[in-house]
């Protein structure tokens, strides 16, 4: 399970260079070169964070029988 901590913590990271470069084009005193360096950066990061995420999203596809049958059987309940 530590892989999969250790890509939620990229994908946060790669979130939060994200939040930061969005926050700095919408400044007002961001100059024409941090502009540039801030949609660079998030060209980069866009295309980081999709493979991170496709990632993600393969390794969650595969989740032990056991921790399948228990959500099902939580959702199946019957009323009392």
Do not use: Y
Request: hydrophobic share 40%.
């Amino acid at each position: 399970m530590a892989d999969i901590d250790d890509l939620n913590r990229c994908i946060a990271g790669l979130l939060q260079l994200q939040r930061i470069s969005w926050q700095l084009l919408a400044d007002q005193s961001t100059t024409a070169d941090e502009s540039r360096a801030a949609r660079s950066e998030l060209r980069k990061t866009s295309s980081d964070l999709r493979t991170l995420l496709e990632m993600r999203s393969q390794r969650e596809r595969f989740v032990p029988r056991g921790v399948v049958e228990e959500r099902v059987e939580l959702w199946h309940t019957p009323a009392a």
